[in-house]
């Protein structure tokens, strides 16, 4: 099946399963400094740093319903 979303064409199987892992990033320095002070831009860029052994996986399990459904 084709779907549109964001103005792509989406090719979707109508049963799935789809897995994703989200790796954990810790901010040691954290934006310090203003560049503005009335909208919130940095003056510096942050440091991090991301470790590769721990990491959330969600997976979804999907089954897509034939009906249309209007807003």
Same mark, same amino acid.
């Given at each position: 099946? !084709? %779907?549109?979303?964001?103005?792509?064409?989406?090719? @979707?199987?109508?049963?799935? #399963? #789809? &897995?994703?892992?989200?790796?954990?990033? @810790?901010?040691?320095?954290? =934006?310090?400094?203003?560049?503005?002070?009335? #909208?919130?831009?940095?003056?510096?860029?942050?440091?991090? =740093?991301?470790? !590769?052994?721990? %990491? &959330?996986?969600?997976?979804?399990? =999907?089954?897509? !319903?034939?009906?249309?459904?209007?807003?």
């Amino acid at each position: 099946m !084709n %779907y549109e979303f964001q103005n792509k064409i989406l090719k @979707i199987s109508p049963n799935g #399963i #789809i &897995t994703k892992k989200s790796y954990s990033n @810790i901010a040691l320095i954290k =934006y310090w400094g203003k560049y503005n002070n009335r #909208i919130q831009i940095p003056l510096n860029s942050s440091i991090s =740093y991301s470790l !590769n052994k721990v %990491y &959330t996986k969600t997976r979804l399990i =999907y089954r897509l !319903n034939k009906k249309k459904i209007f807003l």
